[in-house]
């Protein structure tokens, strides 16, 4: 099975390497051409154009920065759906909108491809360790088939339901991954004010029932005054919007997520889209005198 | 060394037993007679007043309801002060507010006793299980003298600093408890309305960054519909508002739990104050319209 | 000087009767033709498209239900740029969003016409009654030769500054409409669990400085229990959102009127969409345990 | 009918000079003797102590900072209770919880007193200007009998119910104040950012059903920037305290309320607890990045 893999950023780049590693022939495209250099010198083709991709793959991977660009990249004169071959495999693995969602797997359907939609819970690390969880919403016997394929870039794979389930577990995802963050935020500006340690503070955490991950990865960036980005304000901003968005279209109030959106709408408005969540702790801080 | 306990409750009775447990001459004293029978047939003598139990103490633990039976118990007639021997050394593991820690250590400290503060994180279970964690403010040096005996209720003593450091780092930890959960409420109301399989859901919290013991616990409460209470949502109540209050002191604005508290209080509202504190995902359930 | 209107409902409908009473020379189109029955009983006659309303008009008013009918209806074959003579005035009345505001600019004048936004703060009996506000952004020179018209329709015309300002000011006025009704609905829940007499609390808040013609008349509604819609639950929530969003784009946090859209959101999904916005009371009732 | 004052502060000071104006004989009691010089000037008789202006009062009225206060010049050694003639009317102008006007009214009553819980809608101006809402819970006849005296120091007065309720409807009032101030703060800072002159909006909010003329008069000052105190962020944190912990008591959830008070909170953080409640919007106005 030949892999065709399209968006070599952030997340796209180590996604595709472990590609490769795991055995898997693959071909790649990216719009800035640079991005595809290191894999020509790893002996992987790039191809021409995305149609040209879409002809010499047998499984599609997109991993692009969102809706415009996955719907473009299909849709497009010498876009993907020029060149799809009949019974291909489309793997969405970009965080993108449910309605989004749903029109690419119409597109690639009509055009009779098959869509899966897999975005992935972690951000750099893990997509460079290949210990991503891939949510993945389609029919269960193709995800069956690219089970495989999918567990070269994670260390699980969740069934998630039809498509766009895949997408809508990502948000659920990310709506507790940026509440969260708020509430260590309140908690360490909180024990700070009162006269705590932050070191004590990160141990008791870690000790009890809500440790979390997040929270010993989080807590020591704000004890050491490090916001260099791993998933930053800006994307966390971006998915609870999204969040919200459905929550509403939906009739679901959730005021808990809506306070915490209006902190990363500070974090935004203070400078600090570009660096990592961990910096609405620096909003909570200044807020409280600081 | 001989421990007096003072408060045997839900959490209490099995911290006591505890004690014991780990080879300790134990007696106690509670209000309600009838929670000391079972001690009786351990074998464990009942003193007949809180003065009582302090003549025949070196050590002395407080697990009661709240500031209000902290002070009462130690000042009143017949009362813990009377009877104190000096140098005994009172440790109170209730919650109680910043303020009731500081005048009850100055109530002991000027009888001749010396005082720890050492409330715990964790609920019934863990205090079945001997695994709370245990926060402790405090002389340094008589925290490390009293460590074995806390090791008997506990996994971890952590030091949080001077009196009232334990009740501080116990109001920060359950804030962020208090929020988790609201959290966890908004995420799976919102996967449920988009469709998603409660289990799905769970299994995806619990393989990422964000999997805490919390949620694994709760999830599956929600999931089955049992709200039988580990931590009820009157307490939580209690404590977000002594959180809240503390911040409102400290000027230490708290966006995210100031919208958790009224959830709670909406729970409360509904009746379900005295259920566990994973009642509050019906509050959200029902705000979106079932 | 002949108008040209378009969108003849709720608003619409007795605004086109006002510029006709106002002894201005009226034609209309409406996509549903049996809302043009009674102008035509009045002797005004109904354009055949958009464009034949554009050619025989020299000023056009908007009063559409939103940015994709405005679009619409000015770009589609037949549509009104495909009739517009040079320097005719568009008047966009209906509220839409910025980006649509400029967009629709943008296209009339590269048509050879000329734009002013002029969105209305008032809902149905201000309309009724001609003493709507009227919110206009553009040119100055054009608002003054255009103020006769637009008073024919308001009692009052506020220049905002350049397009799509009118539109700006509007999100702004509703911000305050939508939030001030939620602080109405919390104080008289508040105040009905106290013990106080609905109609006591409705004096004195009329007495003092809080005291705004919004209050009077919801709170009426509130003591009646009477929601029929003057200005639905369903379009408060379109216009927070459309707030929350222009907010998240300029970086500037709204942390009450985000909790605030989540009382809109709740109202919905307890199927008082289309009730007056006052219904958000009954969700604050219902959340208090009633 | 001789009037006792007792309270000479920032409002008692122009309430207790309007008593005067009203034709009363008064006489007065303060703490901080200075503050009844100029009522000496006036030839208005100062007492000794508390007991001594109860013995020389038909009717006695409170105005000072807080429950303590009041309950301490009730009942201290040579307090109020100590000189109470059978029958003097005690009113209670002051702002105090539910509970401390409940516990104010059983200890005059058991002194053979009568009681009135009297708080007053309006701050400095309205004070000067004898236009105070006043807000009176007790007995009705009682209440006619007090009317023309309570007539000297405000414009209406509004019959609420048996005690406490003039102090319950004093609540329901300042909830009202507190968040539509934090409202007007939003729309504005939002407004801004959208580019709108300062002065149009106001036009624009005074035109409307949002008119009120609380922003009518804090508009202006944030306009030019005067955070001169008239009803300080401090007394409103107070008052949204006192609101918010009934609330709780109650069951009964104000997420809007809620938002705001940490809106203040953050006020206090940065300094300007004693400004006018207006600098909320220097809180969101810097939160917006500036």
């Given at each position: 099975m030949r892999v065709g893999f399209i968006g070599l950023g952030t997340m796209g780049n180590p996604m595709a390497r472990n590609v490769v590693n795991g055995g898997y022939d693959l071909i790649v495209y990216n719009r800035t051409a640079s991005k595809t250099a290191p894999f020509r010198h790893m002996g992987v083709p790039t191809a021409s154009s995305p149609a040209d991709l879409a002809r010499q793959s047998d499984a599609l991977i997109f991993m692009v920065t969102g809706p415009t660009d996955l719907l473009d990249l299909l849709q497009r004169p010498q876009g993907i759906l020029e060149g799809l071959n009949p019974g291909t495999v489309v793997i969405n693995m970009s965080t993108v909108s449910l309605d989004a969602t749903r029109r690419a797997a119409a597109l690639v359907e009509a055009a009779g491809g098959r869509f899966l939609d897999a975005p992935v819970s972690g951000s750099k690390v893990p997509a460079e360790q290949a210990t991503l969880v891939i949510l993945v919403g389609g029919d269960p016997a193709l995800i069956d088939q690219m089970e495989p394929l999918l567990l070269t870039m994670g260390k699980k794979v969740v069934r998630c339901g039809a498509v766009p389930a895949g997408t809508a577990m990502k948000l659920m995802i990310n709506l507790l991954l940026g509440t969260m963050m708020v509430d260590l935020a309140e908690a360490l500006v909180f024990g700070s004010r009162l006269g705590l340690d932050m070191e004590a503070m990160l141990e008791t955490i870690a000790s009890g029932?809500?440790?979390?991950p997040l929270f010993a990865l989080k807590g020591k960036a704000i004890a050491q005054g490090d916001y260099t980005k791993h998933f930053p304000v800006d994307l966390v901003f971006k998915d609870l919007n999204l969040v919200l968005t459905e929550a509403g279209s939906l009739g679901c109030p959730l005021p808990a997520t809506a306070a915490c959106r209006e902190a990363y709408n500070a974090a935004r408005a203070m400078?600090?889209?570009?660096?990592?969540?961990?910096?609405v702790f620096k909003v909570l801080d200044r807020l409280a005198g600081r």
């Open positions: 029932a809500m440790a979390a400078g600090w889209g570009d660096e990592d969540m961990a910096a």
